[in-house]
């Protein structure tokens, strides 16, 4: 059975609940964008191309101020630019609804572009990842993941502290599609790239600068300078959508910091949910167009 983390049924958005899973598979139902926006915010939808399906079809749930309810859902999550890009298209349509619909199917199209381009790289190799980037996190089968799927790659999945989203959500959906997949503490990740003789490492992205400076889950900096230092490549995937023309560089893309409560709840603590990788340390990054040099973003715009 498909997996499906939003809905659009009988004129409410359903969201399966991210944070309870892979004990629980629950739905929250949606019917006012502060109730989408909510939801954003607490982390029961994620991953930067379902965020923008979601607010998407959150703005069909809006009948008095759309505009309004646009700049709430763009400010719910400031890193990941596809729910803005996906946000002020919807807002640009004449039917709301429609429109979402679109951007859905047009996600999963490009999901199953990527793959087709990246699984050729990485087929049948042992590769790292980080997060999850998958259907929970897209409108199809996944960026980073997908390509994974497709690839029938061996995965090896780092835990992604603090909210656990490898360990949550990656393994239960290699597991679910019968993915060979093994979890490691994100403190171990430059010890089983050398000692698990990983031969890539590929993650998602919440926004591309212009320059091919990727910003994703907090970690993946880390992932991708241990990967310089042992000569495996590093690879991002991502659509179109998440390319920002705007930001010259990594450093005019903001970066959401969650509450400190999330590592401690009794010392002071600092809890980035994304860092930035340069350019310099990215193999190449996939798209729906295909695999491009980091300078060469711009020719994923579609």
Known sequence: MPIRPVLWRDGRLDILDQRLLPLRERYLSCRTVDQVVRAIQTLAVRGAPLLGVTGAYALALEKKDPAAAARKLISSRPTAVNLRWAVERTLKSRDFLAEARRIHAEDASMCEAIARHGAPLLRGKRVMTICNTGALATGGIGTAF????????????????????????????AEKCGLRATLVADGACAAALREKKIQAAIAGADRIARNGDSANKIGTLSLAVNCRALGIPFYIAAPGSTIDLDARDGSAIPIEERDPAELSS?????????????????????????????????LGIS
């Open 146 to 173: 997908g390509i994974l799927l497709r690839a029938r790659a061996e995965v090896y999945a780092l835990e992604t502290r603090p909210l656990g989203q490898g360990a949550r959500l990656t393994m239960w959906e």
């Open 266 to 298: 009794r010392f002071p603590a600092w809890n980035p949910a994304f860092d930035v990788t340069p350019a310099r340390y990215i193999a190449g990054i996939i798209t729906e167009r295909g695999i491009l040099k980091p300078g060469d973003v711009k």
